[in-house]
């Protein structure tokens, strides 16, 4: 039920096109690469924006649609047009020359491969780079002294060339989708999540942004020991999930964890929720009146009124009536070393879970001074 909840939210996301589709994803990229036709490093240009974190200004990676990226907890395996500067340059700070070599081989290896057979300028261009470049000059190249510390630092990294990013080119994106469709050598069979009988995914990608687990990313679905396989079924075989599915509940749960407005935490679990048809207008009142404060009193007092009168919710600022009857979901998740651990899910009308906060608010009125403007009190309600 989690995971149907979560791919039904991710269909409804991309159908807004808040999403990436699959075969692609969102990452954080720090700095791009100006190459020219010839593959040769031109410069490179930070990609960074300015966000406010309380009182301070900081810099954060832009988010870049890109290639669907892999998986990695241990060994070589490279991304495509998007990775660090250990896979795109063969450098890094983390004292393993010989490693940071083998991993620019694997990226060289799989970027010829994929492009190929495109060929125009920009393909070229990304072909050339990475027949001509010589990691073990990469620290004294001119183009990267200046931001060298930066770059080393673990960011990724992108390509440019004369204007254009690589993975948003026509050709480029074809190819992409073909080689996926080509590479792909997972079983069919009958996916849990929606029925189908379609190809199993293997593994399935991780989840970033739950409180104390990993901040590479933790797995939600995953089986790392024979003793938790059934009749000889390895890794994720053994929860048999097509990889659409796998790709949409993952995408839709990392979407939720990347907006601070969507989630919240209770001691060590993070709490996400959402409305079955992705509109954030029910995350938003939900929000609101499950963590009232002095600011948004007259917000919770016009929700709860509007609920005793039988009326829809009509926040101002909100344009769209919420409708009592729509599907809500919240969902608790906790750390548990390189995986999350489910501590509880909940499903109501939305009507339903309101008027289970607004009686827990009733229940636990108290005296208060004549200074006291807070009508509710603080606190999550979920019965």
Same mark, same amino acid.
């Given at each position: 039920?989690?995971? *149907?909840?979560?791919?039904? +939210?991710?269909?409804?996301?991309?159908?807004?096109?808040?999403?990436?589709?699959?075969?692609?994803?969102?990452?954080?990229?720090?700095?791009?690469?100006?190459?020219?036709?010839?593959?040769?490093?031109?410069?490179?240009?930070?990609?960074?924006?300015?966000?406010?974190?309380?009182?301070?200004?900081?810099?954060?990676?832009?988010?870049?649609?890109?290639? *669907?990226?892999?998986?990695?907890?241990?060994?070589?395996?490279?991304?495509?047009?998007?990775?660090?500067?250990?896979?795109? $340059?063969?450098?890094?700070?983390?004292?393993?020359?010989?490693?940071?070599?083998?991993?620019?081989?694997?990226?060289?290896?799989?970027?010829?491969?994929?492009?190929?057979?495109?060929?125009?300028?920009?393909?070229?261009?990304?072909?050339?780079?990475?027949?001509?470049?010589?990691?073990?000059?990469?620290?004294?190249?001119? &183009?990267?002294?200046?931001?060298?510390?930066?770059?080393?630092?673990?960011?990724?990294?992108?390509?440019?060339?004369?204007?254009? +990013?690589?993975?948003?080119?026509?050709?480029?994106?074809?190819?992409?989708?073909?080689?996926?469709?080509?590479?792909?050598?997972?079983?069919?069979?009958?996916?849990?999540?929606?029925?189908?009988?379609?190809?199993?995914?293997?593994?399935?990608?991780?989840?970033?942004?739950?409180?104390?687990?990993?901040?590479? !990313?933790?797995?939600?679905?995953?089986?790392?020991?024979?003793?938790?396989?059934?009749?000889?079924?390895?890794?994720?075989? /053994?929860?048999?999930?097509?990889? +659409?599915?796998?790709? &949409? +509940?993952?995408?839709? $749960?990392?979407?939720?964890?990347? /907006?601070?407005?969507?989630?919240?935490?209770?001691?060590?679990?993070?709490?996400?929720?959402?409305?079955?048809?992705?509109?954030?207008?029910?995350?938003?009142?939900?929000?609101?009146?499950?963590?009232?404060?002095?600011? /948004? *009193?007259?917000?919770?007092?016009?929700?709860?009124?509007?609920?005793?009168?039988?009326?829809?919710?009509?926040?101002?600022?909100?344009?769209?009536?919420?409708?009592?009857? *729509?599907?809500?979901?919240?969902?608790?998740? &906790?750390?548990?070393?390189?995986?999350?651990?489910?501590?509880?899910?909940?499903?109501?009308?939305?009507?339903?879970?309101?008027?289970?906060?607004?009686?827990?608010?009733?229940?636990?009125?108290?005296?208060?001074?004549?200074?006291?403007?807070?009508?509710?009190?603080? !606190?999550?309600?979920?019965?």
């Amino acid at each position: 039920m989690i995971l *149907q909840s979560l791919v039904n +939210y991710y269909e409804a996301l991309a159908g807004d096109g808040k999403v990436t589709k699959p075969g692609w994803c969102e990452a954080n990229v720090s700095f791009a690469l100006d190459i020219s036709y010839e593959g040769e490093l031109l410069g490179v240009i930070p990609l960074t924006r300015v966000e406010e974190r309380g009182k301070k200004k900081v810099e954060l990676p832009q988010r870049k649609k890109v290639p *669907q990226m892999v998986s990695r907890s241990s060994g070589v395996s490279a991304n495509f047009l998007c990775d660090n500067s250990s896979y795109i $340059l063969g450098v890094d700070n983390k004292g393993k020359p010989e490693r940071s070599i083998e991993c620019f081989q694997c990226a060289k290896e799989k970027h010829l491969e994929i492009l190929e057979p495109v060929e125009n300028e920009i393909a070229a261009a990304v072909k050339a780079f990475f027949e001509h470049w010589n990691p073990e000059e990469a620290l004294t190249s001119p &183009a990267l002294v200046p931001m060298k510390e930066e770059i080393l630092a673990g960011g990724n990294l992108l390509f440019y060339v004369d204007g254009v +990013y690589p993975q948003e080119d026509f050709e480029i994106k074809e190819r992409w989708k073909e080689y996926l469709k080509d590479s792909s050598k997972a079983p069919d069979g009958l996916c849990m999540v929606t029925g189908r009988h379609s190809e199993i995914a293997r593994t399935h990608g991780t989840i970033k942004g739950v409180q104390g687990a990993q901040s590479s !990313g933790a797995a939600l679905v995953s089986f790392n020991a024979t003793a938790f396989e059934s009749y000889g079924k390895e890794q994720s075989y /053994n929860a048999p999930v097509e990889t +659409y599915a796998a790709f &949409a +509940y993952t995408t839709a $749960l990392n979407y939720l964890l990347r /907006n601070r407005k969507y989630f919240c935490t209770i001691g060590d679990t993070t709490v996400v929720y959402w409305a079955e048809n992705g509109l954030e207008e029910y995350q938003n009142v939900f929000s609101a009146v499950s963590e009232p404060s002095v600011d /948004n *009193q007259e917000i919770v007092a016009g929700v709860f009124q509007n609920l005793s009168s039988g009326k829809a919710v009509d926040v101002e600022g909100i344009t769209t009536k919420l409708q009592m009857s *729509q599907k809500f979901f919240i969902l608790g998740l &906790a750390p548990n070393a390189a995986r999350i651990a489910v501590r509880f899910f909940y499903q109501d009308s939305f009507g339903n879970i309101l008027q289970h906060l607004q009686q827990h608010y009733r229940r636990m009125e108290i005296v208060k001074p004549l200074t006291d403007t807070m009508e509710n009190l603080p !606190g999550f309600g979920f019965n």
